[in-house]
């Protein structure tokens, strides 16, 4: 918007064959400029220029000519666009100033033809208009991937709950094997102090009681290796099982989902077929909009030859010819009324086309989407229950390989014992008795040990992973504000335009003093519509007209029944709330006006007064009767050519 902090550079435009006009150079500076002339003085041609240098394709090359040209100096920045005739087409080239100029042509270049200064007055989709900058394609997106985000880090918090469940239960389960470890630790000792009392009440060599100890030894350390050949084994056992269960719950899901009938290559042709179309589409329905505005303007004679005969008043008269500005021919101007009416229900034919194409978009869009889930779903499920087969078959062979391994272990232990016994010490049988049991605590002992590392090392993971869930939290609400964002953007936007169009139509209609029109505004309505073959609920914006009878009761009016200045108002009003809920300000700072004649001159100086503040550079094209009602502190520029 404008600012009166920062001193705005002025803005040199030079023209060469745009519209009606060979070349000309003009120089804008900041604020409100006024193009004053009687018609046919090229000054819509010079705004249809001055909004192709900014990037609009809306333009027309001097039928004459084979290229044109407009550039742009602004402050130390140049921008250029070229116009160059191809045969029946015109080419844009160029580096303009903006890239992408929707925006500007939708809300800040209001010549006659912008769509949603007409949008009123046509009965077009208010809604549609306001929110076509919208890319709702790429929100959706944005959308699905948040959810899955958001639904990834909820499971895992889930888990983390859990597992802080699970945490007394470790801690409760530690401390019982603590209590085990010790009464087990009192049960060696004794064990122990009641061998070396045996030891020493018995006549025995040294070499017979450290043979008697190496076997033992030799017993411990092999139930030792079976103990670990046993857990093994149940380890693969229990992982066994969980294959088999998983595997059920597989081939359980893989059939329900059987293969749906839909191919989703063929919907993506179909798709990309209807896109092509879309976009045709678009191209028409731009190229109709500004075929109209040019036929309009030729009507109007403004920047455009009319040819009679030699006597001046003959070009005013309903019978005069007038150039095809396309062509070069001369036409009756009935046939160009007649040509614009075919053009305009043309366009209105295209828009309900390109409003069913889109819908059929997101039905198919949908539907294929949904068919490349089951199949990537399928497929995961097929390639799981191959990973499972895999790991089953192993499974099962280590199975084996230990039971084998375990029967020899008991072998092999039974033959250790059998040599055991067999040396023969003074008081041997209580001996062999006591090292046995010393051989089981000792055992028991390190299993007890190996359990509580185990315990505590899972006991400090959980710890770790549940300090960690806080962080894991804030992401998610994060997460839900983003979705929460991206879900109301676009309630935003037609909540922000509505607000708009009431807030400053309700302003506008008090500065021009409308008899009898107390009030227009918009009320934002939610209906079901069929979109291909199902109902969606569908925004749309219902407008409302209230005048008061010479009894001074209100009554609802319609559009119809607005004057040809009242109704230019409205649309003006609702370009100006696109202009503000999209921040046009931001992107361009220029606002055009043109063709206000159907207002009376006290009002248009209002409208204009009005509208100022909302572009850095306001130019505006009048007839010298409306601009002499307008401030004297704007800047007037008579001479276009």
Not at 64 to 89: F, K, N, Q, W
Not at 158 to 183: N, Q
Request: net charge negative; charged share 40%.
């Amino acid at each position: 918007m404008s600012t009166e902090q920062v001193v705005l550079p002025d803005v040199r435009v030079d023209v060469r064959n745009i519209g009606g006009i060979d070349e000309t150079a003009v120089t804008i500076p900041s604020g409100v400029s006024v193009l004053t002339g009687r018609n046919a003085t090229n000054r819509t041609s010079f705004l249809q220029a001055l909004m192709a240098g900014l990037g609009s394709d809306r333009s027309s090359l001097k039928g004459d000519a084979e290229e044109g040209a407009v550039t742009l100096e602004i402050g130390d920045e140049t921008y250029t666009r070229t116009l160059t005739r191809h045969g029946g087409t015109v080419t844009f080239g160029g580096d303009p100033y903006l890239d992408d100029p929707e925006l500007a042509d939708l809300f800040a270049f209001l010549l006659e033809n912008n769509e949603a200064r007409q949008a009123v007055a046509r009965g077009d989709d208010l809604r549609e208009i306001i929110m076509r900058p919208i890319d709702t394609d790429r929100i959706e997106a944005e959308i699905e991937s948040c959810k899955r985000e958001r639904d990834e880090l909820e499971d895992e918090i889930d888990r983390l709950d859990e597992l802080e469940r699970e945490r007394p239960r470790l801690e409760e389960e530690r401390r019982e094997k603590r209590e085990e470890l010790a009464d087990a630790r009192e049960e060696l000792a004794d064990a122990r102090a009641r061998l070396e009392e045996l030891d020493t009440g018995v006549e025995e060599s040294r070499s017979q009681k450290r043979e008697l100890e190496d076997a033992f030894q030799r017993v411990r350390d092999a139930r030792s290796e079976l103990e670990d050949l046993e857990f093994d084994l149940e380890t693969e056992r229990s992982t066994l099982a969980e294959y088999e269960r998983e595997r059920e719950e597989l081939e359980a899901t893989l059939a329900e989902k059987e293969e749906n009938a839909g191919n989703p290559d063929r919907l993506a042709g179909r798709i990309d077929e209807l896109r092509r179309r879309k976009r045709s589409l678009d191209d028409t329905v731009s190229e109709l909009s500004s075929v109209i505005g040019f036929n309009q303007e030729l009507l109007e004679g403004d920047g455009l030859d009319v040819v009679g005969t030699d006597d001046p008043t003959n070009a005013l008269t309903a019978d005069s010819e007038t150039v095809c500005w396309t062509c070069g021919s001369e036409v009756e101007t009935e046939q160009i009324e007649g040509t614009l009416e075919d053009l305009q229900r043309l366009r209105s034919e295209k828009l309900d086309e390109r409003k069913e194409v889109r819908a059929e978009i997101d039905e198919l869009t949908d539907k294929q989407s949904q068919i490349q889930r089951r199949k990537r779903e399928r497929q995961r499920t097929k390639n799981r229950l191959s990973e499972i087969e895999t790991e089953t078959e192993t499974t099962r062979a280590r199975i084996e390989e230990l039971e084998t391994a375990i029967e020899a272990k008991r072998d092999e232990i039974a033959e250790l014992e059998a040599e055991a016994e067999e040396i023969d010490v003074d008081g041997h049988d209580e001996a062999l008795d006591l090292h046995r049991e010393i051989n089981g605590i000792e055992l028991r002992i390190e299993r007890l040990e190996s359990t509580i590392d185990d315990l505590d090392a899972e006991i400090d993971d959980l710890e770790t992973a549940i300090d960690d869930r806080d962080e894991l939290r804030e992401e998610r609400e994060a997460l839900a504000d983003r979705l929460t964002e991206l879900r109301t953007r676009v309630d935003r936007v037609e909540e922000g335009a509505v607000e708009a169009f009431n807030e400053h139509m309700e302003t506008v209609l008090g500065i021009l003093g409308y008899d009898n029109l107390d009030r227009i505004w918009i009320e934002r309505r939610e209906t079901e519509v069929l979109e291909g073959r199902r109902k969606v609920s569908r925004t749309r914006f219902e407008l409302h007209i209230v005048r008061s009878a010479p009894d001074g009761t209100a009554y609802e009016d319609t559009v119809d029944h607005l004057s040809e200045s009242e109704r230019e108002v409205t649309g003006l009003v609702f370009a100006l709330a696109g202009y503000l809920v999209h921040d046009v300000h931001e992107l361009v700072p220029f606002v055009l006006l043109d063709s206000l004649e159907s207002i009376d001159s006290e009002r248009i100086a209002r409208v204009v007064d009005y509208f100022r503040e909302y572009g850095d550079y306001f130019v505006t094209a009048l007839l010298p009767g409306d601009a002499a009602a307008l401030s004297e502190e704007y800047a007037y520029i008579e001479d276009i050519d």
